[in-house]
């Protein structure tokens, strides 16, 4: 994940790398409240500090980081080289909406499979592997989306009589709008002698097809086509002014790019229009583009996405909860809860606060029902939250739903959720085999102990410590919320609940509201980089590389830090080359060596 | 010699018939056998490891399998059909232990950075052999859904939720409902008339793919890299595809179409069903079924369990949990037992049964769910695969998890020289053998 080792480097925490005992590394004892968290040097694994131009950081000293080791201060992003997406094969929710958009409303909901997450989103390039089976599903998909909609209207075709011209030039309008670029010839070559073979072959009854059947078979080859299922496949001209390192994508390209971001669905033909006129690309002309699509319905496609996948709660409906956890919840309650996540993403989208509002916001987005769980007053969508309990996407029921085990909270998970989805730190995983004695059962009879008690075992474990410092500390702050997010005040077990803790830095905090607030404070706004880097990430469809990161540096600058909208920091991120150009050429990743 | 094609038989004795199947011939070597045996290689996986310290089994005074106790009513029906295998080992490495353990699970590969392994899984290579011979080489199945991953390893989720893989980080794209399973094995539906259609849209698939083909061709040499690999995957499958329209001619008296939404139980009542029918009918050679996802948090269903499989799993040696945590394996176990005694109760065309004709596997990639251990991993094999096996036996196998895969491999008839080069160590399971 993005700025993996080097972040950590630069907030100061050495991890154990690997966490575990076997590589030698060993903690130190418990800091002092408001000391920074230590770290002992050998717990900085070899690779990370001898990085190029990244030095072991002072143990105790480092700042949080106002900008990375690498950002060329003063300098263009000229002197950014991007990283490379590659052939992005369209995701199943991106090819659903593609058959709507194409071929119009009675395309039924299609069934394919979900594609898996790497790098937090689903639309990650290199995990959107192509393999005879989903192959398969996506030409089944397209004939039952063409069988529903060409396939039941014998109009579809639109001149009587129906000729062999005007079938060729409906399928080559239909082709144009698929390809998402104007046809070449070899396209239209292609296009005609598909025709004229699906003209050769019987139909069932053992006649010669109608044009109309000729139409709706050839409308499955099209839609199936590399130039269809690929986002962009044509990339345009070699970029020369980074030394011919990075292409730059034509006018078509970034149409659909930006589509495929924002909507999640293919360029309308207005952004065509604009691809075709030069005016996308154009000053100013991406901004309005950009702004022109958030504010569409079919952002709703981005909005959720994001909202859900940023925020990790795809697995929320998988929850299981025990009987008395969720008493007195409604069936939907789950539901209820990712609702609520994209409601407040979309408040973000479409509102002029600045990012640092989605920790802040002292209103939230939901039904009554969740008021009455929040304990908050209810105003139509919105919730106006208690402020002395709740704040932002922190509090909110779903994220701590989602991080924990179905009879207790989670309090490793909980930090953790802080640290990759609000800080962009990700710890590596534990070592093999660890047992995590904090979770053990309590023995009948026992002394009843404080989360925070049963937890000291991490900080005593040598190869627990360098991680659990971190997200431990986090973690307690949220100790305040039951496994399904009610707010309260002591354990299960009768024990006080104490919320105080540490951010990685020293900055002390008490309970989830204070620890919301000093992390929208915190120096070098990690969180707005955060979201950034979230969003990066999202937009250009892979991990980012070093060369990547080059460029948020100067994405964040340009925003005007924290005050930054959301709608502000998608339009800066597409105007950027990060999102407009990429690596011209680079090695097969050997994780995708032997793909066949 | 040559192998007598299934499909040739087939096409000779008319469609609509169970597979016929050549006697086997013990007298020959493994592989010379193989090469005649129609072959069922199966592999039924459960997520989050085993109560290990009561799974161990002993063998009885006679040699025979002495159940665990809590294991006596789910196996007991079938536990001389079975051969228990103790002491099987994956030290394979990985991000996240859960991860690790069902994507290397029938590799005997390790993870690599960020994508699961680079070898293809043992269900790949026994299909790679068979392909031309069944329009469905290799059924992957697995419960409805997609496990997330937790914390550290969510960039490597798709490990938890695939135990068979294509080679590169590319898992076998799993058929995850009955229903899609139903259409994957009877795509030319019940009746005539979907008979005729289904014939309509093979004759124009022809024509879709090899449009495809021609852009594939066309835009390929401009491609370099890892856009290459990419497209290069695309035409592979659009090749397969092609040849599995080609392939598509045995005909079997399809069962009812199952419904879509079903709950995780039925689902999985339903998968056993029609892999029933599928190796009935000779349909697929190999299959692999994950019946749920590794580190999965399901509350199954079943008496006497209310709360997560992956929360017991972290017994922590504390009764009430490893309680539920036995009736969640006796579960799987019993769903397992059902499927040998359905096979051992039907005959298939030479006189013996389709479990005798088959080589059919239970086990899990993780040993002690509690602690994360994949030494002394949950493994019982049934069926005889042509009478080359003797059941029940225990096993002390005391070796790495890959060689039983490379014995399967060479039961069902992959090469020495593929075989030899598979998994983390140059040893068989020759025990198996007897």
Known sequence: MFLNPRVLVTFGIGLAWGCSSENGSVGAPAPAAGAPIPVTPNQISPSTSSEPGVLPPAATQAPLPVSSAEAPTGATEAACLPGRTGLQRLTARQYQNTLNELLGPGVPEIRLPRDPLKGGFENNASALGMTPDILDRYVSAAEEAVDATIGADPAWLGCTPATTECLNSAVLDFAERAYRRPLTQDDSDELLSLVSSLQATPTAQGMAPTPHQVMGWASVGIVTSPKVLFVALDRGTVNETVDGQSERFDAYGVASRLSYFLWSAPPDETLLERAADSSLLAPGGLAAEAQRLLSDPRAEHFIETFAVQWLDLTAL????????????????????????????????????????????????????????????????EEIQLPTDQRRGILTQAGVLASTSAPDHTSIASRGMWVMENLLCMTPPPPPPEAVDAA???????????????????????????????????LGFGLENYDPVGRFRTTEPNGVAIDASGQLPDGTVFSGAVDLAEKIANQPGQPFERCVTENLARYSVGRLLTPGDECFLEHLLSRSGGQQATFAQLVSTLVQSDLFLTQQWSTQVESTEQGEL | MNRLGRRTVLRGMGALIPLPLLEANLGRSLAQAADELPPRWAMFYFPNGCYQSEWTCAAAPDGAVELPEFLQPALGAVRDDLVWINGLANGQRGKGDHETASATYLNGQPMVNDGPVLERSVD??????????????????????????????????????????????????????????FERLFPSGNTPEEHRLAEERRARRRSVLDFARAQIQRLRPSLSNNDAVRMDAY???????????????????????PALELSFEEHNSRMFDLLFVAFQCGLTPTATFMMDFEF????????????????VSHHGEAEPRIRQYRLIQAFY????????????????????????????????????????????????????AGGRITPGRVIDANRRLSSLWRTSMRLMGVSDDVTDAFGDGDIDLPELLS
């Open chain 2, 296 to 311: 999965s948090g399901r509350r199954l269903n079943i008496p006497n369990v209310n709360t997560s499989h992956h929360l």
């Open chain 1, 439 to 473: 979770l053990a059962p309590v023995p009948d009879g026992a002394e009843p102990l404080s989360q925070r008690q049963r937890f000291q075992v991490h900080r005593d474990s040598d190869a627990c410590r360098g991680c659990h410092l971190i997200m431990d500390e």
């Open chain 2, 235 to 257: 035409l592979h499958s659009v090749r397969e595809v092609e040849r599995q329209l080609e392939t598509s001619v045995v005909e079997c008296a399809a069962p009812e179409q």
């Open chain 2, 124 to 181: 790949q290579h026994i299909a790679e052999v068979w392909k031309d011979e069944y329009s469905l080489p290799s059924l992957t199945l697995s419960a409805d859904g997609f496990r997330q991953g937790a914390g550290c390893c969510r960039d490597v989720e798709v490990a938890l939720n695939h135990i068979s893989w294509q080679g590169g980080t590319t898992p076998t794209t799993k058929v995850q409902s009955p229903h899609d399973l």
């Open chain 2, 333 to 384: 176990a019993s769903r397992f037992a059902d499927f040998v005694e359905r096979m051992k109760s039907t005959q298939d065309v030479d006189s013996n049964s389709l479990l005798d004709n088959s080589l059919l596997i239970l086990g899990s990639g993780l040993s002690d769910g509690n602690s994360h251990t994949k030494r002394e991993l949950p493994t019982v094999v049934a069926g005889t």
């Open chain 1, 317 to 380: 409906d998988q929850q299981a909860f025990d009987d008395a956890v969720v008493t007195g919840l409604s069936s939907t309650f789950l539901e209820e809860m990712t609702q609520e996540a994209i409601g407040i993403v979309r408040q973000a989208v479409r509102s002029d606060q600045p990012i640092s509002n989605l920790l802040l916001s002292q209103t939230t987005r939901g039904s009554e029902a969740l008021a009455e769980h929040y304990g908050g007053l209810s105003r139509g």
